[in-house]
């Protein structure tokens, strides 16, 4: 059986050390937002968030789900910003960072393979003062033994 938290701790070192940025376990990093503590006081730091969106089998029936040894493991990754462009950077650097998860090894499964489900579109919320920009990907992981 895979280990999905396992998997999403390898992934967040990953997309942190090759992107340069920084890379939430499901929540804002420490380091990350505004960094006075305050909205709208200092500088921004932009941030990305990790979290697993579930895992099925490839191409096997659920019954045999403990014997399977290859795995479609589906991240959605959230990035902010306090601007859009600034949203967009962070974005980008993650987004471009993905293609360094191949061959990572996780317990006893390797990443063979990447694929978008999509780029997220670019969104201001101004429910929040100052607004806050954002952007919302999906990617799979195809993992084998």
């Not at 909205?39 to 045999?64: H, I, K, M, Q």
């Not at 393979?113 to 990617?139: E, F, H, K, Q």
Request: hydrophobic share 45%; glycine share 12%; aromatic share 8%.
């Amino acid at each position: 059986m895979i280990n999905t938290g396992l998997l999403t701790v390898d992934v967040l070192a990953v997309l942190e050390l090759t992107s340069g940025q920084f890379v939430g376990d499901g929540v804002k990093p420490e380091g990350a937002g505004w960094l006075g503590g305050e909205p709208n006081t200092g500088v921004f730091a932009p941030y990305s968030v990790l979290a697993v969106a579930g895992a099925v089998t490839r191409d096997v029936p659920l019954s045999y789900a403990e014997t399977v040894r290859s795995w479609r493991v589906t991240f959605r990754i959230a990035h902010y910003g306090a601007s859009r462009s600034q949203c967009d950077f962070v974005a980008f650097r993650v987004r471009e960072s993905v293609g360094a998860l191949l061959l990572t090894q996780s317990g006893d499964f390797r990443v063979s393979g990447a694929s978008w489900s999509g780029l997220g579109s670019m969104t201001r919320d101004d429910s929040v003062n100052p607004a806050l920009w954002s952007a919302s990907d999906s990617i799979n992981l195809m993992l084998d033994s």
